[in-house]
């Protein structure tokens, strides 16, 4: 059997929008694929209000942990997508070569409104790499 793609989600605390795409690429994605997220300086948890925005539109995220990115994430991954950086000199697009960068505002400290918001962007971009996926599996274009 072959082994699934993987794409990485990264951002620097890993505790709302790379967890909150890990998620809904986990809802949308095809056969093959699988979604995994990590952050440079990964925090002790996830944002309780990206947890509450994703259970607004039935995706448990609550178990997921934010965990530091290693080098063997970023070599097993098909495509790495960096979600936006709130600290340059942590910013994954320094470690990792041939990041997608999406550059979506942080949620930390914003209203469940503007989380929404983001949640809703990711939701948006996440539904156009499955139909990148899905249209032509041989090469990933976004």
Known sequence: MKNKE???????QNAARSQIAEGLF??????????ISA???????????AIQVMKEIGIDISNQKPKVI???MVRNSTARVNMGCIDRKSCPTLFINNVIDWNID??????????????DTIDSKIKEI?????????QVNY
Not at 6 to 12: A, D, E, R, T, W
Not at 39 to 49: M, Q, V
């Open 6 to 12: 993987v794409i990485l989600f990264v951002c620097v």
């Open 26 to 35: 986990k809802k949308y994605a095809p056969e093959g694929y699988e979604a």
């Open 39 to 49: 952050g440079t300086e990964p925090s002790g948890s996830i944002n309780p209000l």
């Open 70 to 72: 290693t080098e063997e």
């Open 106 to 119: 942080d949620p930390k400290g914003k209203s469940i409104e503007q989380i929404r918001d983001i949640r």
């Open 130 to 138: 499955v139909t990148t996926l899905t249209q032509n599996s041989t």
